[in-house]
């Protein structure tokens, strides 16, 4: 009965240490949203790296849709394609290296871009942009998490346990 018990006395702080430090480890690969240029977690969305997602809004000038597409690589978000609807304010007319420039059922594309960002700074529309973030084909309103007029910052991270009670998770 001894030996159990010197066995539990050190087998359980071994057990509980271990399980502490599986709470604060970073395993959830996310895209990250934080309040402004803090360090404080609003929300996250789970994805996996090299899998597409979207940023789309209403364009605030010529109020038609445009969408961003990225992917997360390297612990960095990789722009590569924009749409939009008409050449305008705000609306590029060339592209940069690789990319290339489509027109397709009265939309414009840009393809095989590659801009890297380490982090985007998004002011969340108040009136009419609606921005979304699309990932699996589901779409999800950010005004809904973080209140229209927020400005957040958008980065790839990975997510602890302890960060995922704390974060919103817009999936849900």
């Known amino acids: 009965m001894r030996a159990r018990m010197k066995a539990l006395f050190i087998c ?18 996310a895209i990250a949203f934080y309040h402004e240029d803090q360090n404080d977690l609003l929300g996250y969305l789970p994805v996996r790296d090299d899998d597409l997602f979207q940023i789309q809004y209403t364009h605030s ?41 489509l027109e397709k059922d009265g939309k414009f594309f840009i393809k095989n871009m590659e801009r890297e960002f380490s982090y985007i700074d ?11 973030i699309v990932y699996q084909g589901n779409s999800y309103k950010l005004a809904d998490f973080f209140g229209p007029g927020s ?12 960060q995922q009670v704390k974060g919103v998770n817009i999936r849900e």
């Open 151 to 162: 400005w957040v910052r958008i980065k790839p991270a990975k997510i602890s346990i302890w």
């Open 122 to 132: 998004l002011r969340i529309g108040q009136v009419q942009a609606d921005h979304r």
């Open 61 to 101: 000038i010529h109020l038609t849709d445009v969408k961003e597409t990225y992917t997360l690589r390297n612990n960095k978000i990789i722009q590569t394609e924009l749409e939009y609807e008409i050449f305008a304010v705000g609306m590029p007319s060339n592209v940069e290296g690789e990319g290339k420039f």
């Open 12 to 29: 359980l702080p071994l057990f509980m240490t271990i399980n502490v430090f599986l709470f604060f480890l970073p395993i959830v690969n």
